[in-house]
């Protein structure tokens, strides 16, 4: 089986500028593609693991990955999905971010020897001389054109800033600096940025007179059209400090039944056939065995097999009671929350991150869905004694431990 065929197979694929081209390229190992990543956050997250994990699929066929930094697009902000526009971030945030999103990236992709790049287009934005763009670049663009993609149009009515527009010509660019600067032939990304993507061709084929290709993969999103990578805590981080790998593995290992088979062959390496068998038994505790798989895999990708067999083992143990909470998620209560010691049940929950509000907290233990230590917590007046360490569980899978300041 090729590379390109177990792309398909796995259902990664969206839309593609010309798929005999991207198929022959990416199958001989010749293609030299990019992924862009936005630094609006000093982690990279569920979000981005899609493209690392396609990146790492390709590079062990052979093909050159570039993962590019926006250090200069990040002090403008994708308007693609977003409703409102995005906080401007300082210079020194956005370095900062950088170097740890290097950090990440390298526990998916081999950089060693020249095998992959990591690029900032801030090495080349920075710089631009804003009469030169106009006239280099912005003469390749048509705004009639640009309003009719999608990305443009949702803001239109609640208002797009000049900043934000100019963001698909500063992507389009960095298409073109890779090109002639690295040879990159391919950008890849999420579905939504299709229209940059186009943007970045069009110029390559207007300004050199050459092909490049774009392809974008298909967005991570669960049974009711929701993006995955999110919990009432915010989202889901692979920087350990931000998101345990305990809560990282439970968040995976609670994903809906519709939706385990589908993750297990967009983000994992498990081999498509051995999945494609799974897949045609799920009933009853096949799901479980199915998340318990996804669970691991996807942690052991991200925080390496022992912290995975750590968060397995920790599950197992206390999904069966008693088990040892050493590595299970906590909160540390603030001495100010307290009195005498105690604290009301619906704020320790919001406080846990638990729940998003004292309505939600309020309508769960009302719903026999909160239990204190093994035991039922009904009264949504109660207090909970935090003199020593209680282990809240939220529902049948979640575990949660609050511990006083």
């Not at 950008?187 to 299709?194: H, I, L, M, R, V």
């Not at 001495?335 to 005498?340: I, S």
Request: hydrophobic share 40%; aromatic share 8%.
């Amino acid at each position: 089986m090729t590379v390109f065929e177990e792309l398909k197979r796995r259902g990664l694929l969206a839309q593609l500028t010309d798929e005999e081209e991207i198929k022959e390229l990416i199958n001989a190992g010749k293609a030299t593609f990019y992924v862009g990543f936005d630094p609006t956050a000093d982690s990279l997250h569920v979000g981005h693991f899609m493209a690392l994990c396609l990146m790492k699929r390709l590079q062990m066929a052979g093909n050159k990955p570039i993962a590019l930094l926006g250090g200069g697009t990040g002090m403008i902000g994708d308007p693609s999905g977003k409703s409102d526009m995005r906080k401007m971030l300082t210079k020194e945030t956005i370095e900062h971010n950088v170097a740890c999103f290097k950090k990440q990236m390298s526990r998916f992709i081999d950089f060693s020897d020249g095998k992959a790049l990591v690029v900032n287009n801030a090495d080349w934005l920075m710089d631009l001389n804003y009469i030169d763009v106009l006239r280099d670049v912005g003469a390749c663009f048509s705004v009639n054109k640009m309003l009719t993609f999608e990305c443009y149009k949702q803001r239109m009515e609640r208002g797009l800033t000049f900043l934000e527009f100019n963001y698909m010509i500063m992507q389009s660019y960095d298409f073109y600096r890779l090109f002639q600067d690295y040879g990159c032939n391919m950008q890849f990304g999420g579905d939504d940025q299709w229209a940059n993507m186009l943007g970045g061709t069009e110029l390559i084929r207007k300004k050199l007179g050459k092909d490049a290709y774009a392809m974008t993969i298909t967005l991570l999103l669960n049974s009711e059209g929701k993006k995955m990578g999110k919990t009432e805590k915010g989202a889901v981080w692979l920087d350990p400090e931000k998101t345990s790998p305990y809560e990282f593995y439970q968040y995976w290992r609670n994903v809906g039944d519709a939706d385990v088979i589908k993750c297990l062959k967009m983000l994992t390496f498990v081999p498509i056939e051995e999945i494609e068998e799974m897949e045609k038994h799920m009933e009853g505790a096949e799901y479980n065995k199915a998340k318990e798989l996804l669970a691991y895999e996807l942690t052991k990708l991200v925080h390496g097999k022992e912290e995975a067999d750590k968060a397995d083992a920790a599950a197992k143990a206390i999904f069966a009671g008693g088990g040892n909470s050493d590595d299970m998620p906590s909160t540390t209560i603030a001495a100010a929350d307290l009195t005498d010691g105690k604290i009301g049940i619906l704020t320790l929950l919001v406080k846990c991150g638990l729940c998003p509000s004292n309505g939600e907290a309020r309508r769960l233990v009302t719903q026999n869905g909160i239990a204190v230590n093994g035991e039922k917590f009904t009264d949504p007046k109660g207090l909970v004694d935090l003199s020593e360490p209680v282990v809240i569980k939220k529902g049948k899978k979640i575990f949660h431990k609050a511990i006083a300041e």
